[in-house]
């Protein structure tokens, strides 16, 4: 019933207005799944690689669709994904592009659970998921790669840790985000948006700090329940690998200092979660880093570890981090993504599933969030492109998928 008839590709809008690949993949019996691969800004040195969508699109019709295509069955994620690894023949899908990869394996995800008539979610999952919820993480202002003359620090993130439901959490992250613009309004900071529909206002770190804690300790009087507040700081972006140091708007730091900065935010700030606190291939200072502070709060390791699981098993053996960000067109697909939160779980690493700053309406990942059991997802506040994985949280909470 499973068996692959119809792969289609095309290129699509992102939320950056560039493009990207979505693909449709139609079953035997009629099962349909359409899903779409977003795009980052602030790439990992060690991701897979996307192609142009145009050349990745050519290269899978080539190579992959005719290894699909009554060949493969969309119900065995498996084998799907081993056909796209053997049609690319690379270790980094250079050949069809992860692009393609991606948006392959997680339509093909999506008809397999079409022709069980079973939600995405429990498909990936198995039965006994839908009982519990990541909490979001909800970007409110940023800067880095994400917004020109804003913040140094990339993500600044909203966590509802004591929300007592997904719904109140979504609708908290969203009240602390338009909290932040008045804030900014009082101040007379203008402001534009970036790329994930965080604020991006022109003022310094320190000064995001004050308005952020001050916006998140409003809400959460507001609410009645425990609102955390976590950093994504894009470190391998800030780092200057021949001085050896992280570029600040104001100083440079050592490596040493970085560490103690960020050691200091998590006391001051009472941080829930720091994501690339430092440069992708320090796992020393990872270490150093976790050692110091990795009781209080989630190291998490983005740059660091791209979902891959061969860079995961070096952050376990050197104890670099306490949790791995989960971006499937990191890796490729759904397989390798999967692998790469059983093995952070195994290992006492918190998985955080993660959307791109470039985005589209696909909602995979609020699915890939609810099947693994992950305690975060990161996918902004607002914005179409995140509120429809938000959104769609809400519906599976409400049995509504
Ligand atoms: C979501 C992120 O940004 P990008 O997609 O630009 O890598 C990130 O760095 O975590
Ligand atoms: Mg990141």
Request: aromatic share 6%; proline share 4%.
């Amino acid at each position: 019933m499973t068996l692959i008839t119809d792969v289609r590709l095309r290129r699509i809008l992102d939320s950056r207005g560039n493009p990207t690949v979505e693909a449709d993949v139609v079953t035997e019996s009629g099962g349909f799944g359409r899903a779409a691969a977003p795009s980052g800004a602030s790439t990992g040195e060690y991701e897979a690689v996307e192609r142009p969508p145009s050349e990745a699109i050519a290269a899978a019709r080539e190579d992959a669709v005719p290894r699909l295509v009554g060949e493969a069955y969309a119900g065995n994620q498996r084998e799907v994904d081993a056909a796209l690894h053997a049609a690319d023949g690379t270790d980094d899908f250079s050949e069809i592009g992860a692009n393609s990869a991606v948006a392959i394996s997680m339509a093909a995800a999506k008809a397999g659970a079409d022709v069980l008539g079973a939600p995405l979610f429990q498909h990936l999952g198995g039965a006994f998921r839908g009982q519990n919820f990541p909490i979001p993480l909800g970007n409110v202002v940023g800067g880095g790669e994400h917004a020109a003359d804003a913040t140094d620090i990339q993500e600044f993130l909203v966590a509802p840790v004591g929300a007592p439901s997904v719904e109140d959490a979504v609708f908290a992250n969203a009240t602390v985000h338009s909290t932040v613009a008045d804030l900014l309004e009082e101040r007379d900071v203008p402001c534009g948006k970036g790329d994930e529909g965080a604020w991006a206002p022109s003022i310094d770190d320190r000064e995001a700090f004050e308005i952020v804690d001050e916006a998140v300790s409003i809400v959460q009087d507001e609410v009645g329940f425990n609102i955390g507040f976590g950093l994504d700081v894009a470190g391998a972006e800030l780092y200057d690998s021949d001085a050896g140091t992280y570029e600040y708007s104001d100083r440079s730091r050592d490596t040493d200092e970085q560490i103690e900065y960020i050691a200091e935010l998590v006391r001051e700030y009472d941080l829930v979660y720091v994501e690339d606190p430092l440069d992708e291939d320090d796992y020393d200072a990872f270490a150093d880093l976790t050692d110091e502070v990795g009781d209080q709060t989630l190291i998490c390791g983005d740059d660091l570890f791209v979902t891959n699981t061969d860079r995961l098993v070096e952050g376990i053996d050197r104890g670099a981090a306490n949790s791995i960000l989960i971006k499937p067109n990191q890796i490729g697909t759904l397989t390798d993504a999967f692998d790469a939160i059983e093995l952070a779980a195994q290992n006492g690493y918190d998985p955080v599933i993660s959307h791109r700053s470039g985005e589209t309406e696909d909602t995979t990942i609020a699915h890939l969030a609810v099947a693994t059991d992950a305690p975060f997802i990161k996918t902004g506040a607002v914005g179409g492109e995140r509120t429809a994985k938000l959104n769609e949280l809400i519906r599976i909470a409400d049995d509504a998928t």
